[in-house]
């Protein structure tokens, strides 16, 4: 970096400014915006959470990185129960603060820099771009991953579910990018955050034995309480996998003070010990979506992949920024496809983190 050169230099300009013209658009509807275009979640926070939260508040001591013994029991059993991960330790998990922070700074934190490469899907969330642009690193956009170029690559990212299409990688599919990625030295680090939002397929993650064998060796996968526990607002998150990466990733972020409130670890380990609300909610999006995939096929919408996460990858094949323009003389705000790379200029992305209020108006205003 230049000595006039400032890491915001590196960046792309901020996706979600250029949709400010059609959300004001939107907002002029006289029945108000029905904003389906961030995967925010509206619904309460479960109250078993929100009692731990303020039973925790009086913590006038410095938390640590690493999390309470407490949570990293709740991390190392849920991983075993949900993940069917085996052998994982204390060692083996840290909490984070957010994942999206965690994106974004892991291949700084893993010293990559220019000449290493970055690796993650051609239709893919931003940030691990970003990730790679903050690092300094090369960048890399793929269909399959097996048809990568190992040289130099350090990093590869996969996300399944996708967001935002959707998709979800078969067992078979990841099992086959282990052994791959393992035979060529490159860390793969699956964003599984949508995990327990599968729909009409069965996520399975990185860490089970179908996929990785009797050991995380090069493996790591990021979750996320945002969207299973309505704890956006807690910055939550929790990475799980190989001792020998997430050791070192420990002791940085010791240095760094990147730790997560201790309320926020409590609330964490009420959220991890309870399925009930996870039921609840994942009950919430299944009925909003079928409201609004409903709605949108008949207004001439197809949805392609969407067989899990929180979005319908929709579109009326013409360009997405005319389908974006269209829905807000609606008063329906939708994310434009190409927010998630060049690919998915012809399609839009439709959040089902809408009050079923609002999402009923979005299906009477479609149809």
């Known amino acids: 970096m230049s000595a006039t050169e400032a890491p915001v230099d590196r960046l792309p300009v901020f996706p979600w400014d250029r949709l400010e013209p059609y959300k004001a658009t939107a907002a002029a509807h006289p029945d108000g915006i029905v904003d389906l275009s961030v995967g925010t979640p509206v619904d309460p926070v479960p109250d078993l959470i929100q009692k731990a939260l303020v039973a925790a508040a009086d913590s006038p001591g410095y938390p640590t990185v690493w999390g309470t013994p407490q949570l990293r029991d709740a991390l190392t059993g849920w991983c075993a129960r949900r993940l069917g991960a085996k052998g994982l330790t204390h060692k083996g998990v840290l909490p984070v603060v957010g994942s999206k922070e965690f994106v974004a700074w892991l291949p700084t934190q893993l010293g990559l820099g220019p000449g290493d490469k970055v690796a993650y899907p051609r239709l893919a969330y931003p940030t691990y771009e970003v990730g790679a642009r903050l690092a300094r690193a090369e960048y890399v956009t793929y269909d399959n991953p097996l048809d990568l170029d190992p040289t130099g690559l350090r990093l590869l990212w996969l996300n399944s579910p996708s967001n935002p299409t959707g998709r979800v990688l078969s067992r078979a599919e990841l099992a086959?990018?282990?052994?791959?990625?393992?035979?060529?030295?490159?860390?793969?680090?699956?964003?599984?955050?949508?995990?327990?939002?599968?729909?009409?397929?069965?996520?399975?993650?990185?860490?089970?034995?179908?996929?990785?064998?009797?050991?995380?060796?090069?493996?790591?996968?990021?979750?996320?309480?945002?969207?299973?526990?309505?704890?956006?607002?807690?910055?939550?998150?929790?990475?799980?996998?190989?001792?020998?990466?997430?050791?070192?990733?420990?002791?940085?972020?010791?240095?760094?003070?990147?730790?997560?409130?201790?309320?926020?670890?409590?609330?964490?380990?009420?959220?991890?010990?309870?399925?009930?609300?996870?039921?609840?909610?994942r009950a919430r999006y299944l009925a909003r979506r079928a409201t609004l995939r409903t709605a949108l096929e008949a207004a001439g919408f197809r949805i392609d992949h969407s067989e899990a996460s929180l979005y319908l990858w929709a579109t009326r094949d013409e360009p997405c920024w005319d389908t974006v323009a269209h829905l807000a003389t609606l008063g329906i705000l939708a994310a434009p496809g190409d927010f998630y790379g060049e690919a998915g200029a012809r399609h839009i992305r439709i959040a089902l983190t809408a009050t079923d209020n609002r999402v009923a108006a979005a299906a009477t205003r479609l149809t």
């Open 176 to 281: 086959e990018t282990v052994a791959w990625a393992r035979a060529h030295g490159v860390l793969v680090v699956s964003d599984e955050c949508y995990l327990e939002l599968g729909w009409e397929a069965d996520p399975v993650s990185v860490l089970h034995p179908d996929v990785c064998g009797d050991s995380h060796q090069g493996l790591v996968a990021v979750h996320s309480l945002s969207k299973r526990s309505n704890l956006a607002g807690y910055r939550a998150a929790f990475v799980a996998g190989d001792e020998a990466v997430l050791g070192p990733l420990l002791q940085l972020r010791k240095h760094g003070g990147m730790m997560t409130s201790a309320p926020t670890q409590a609330a964490v380990v009420a959220a991890l010990s309870d399925d009930t609300h996870v039921e609840e909610q």
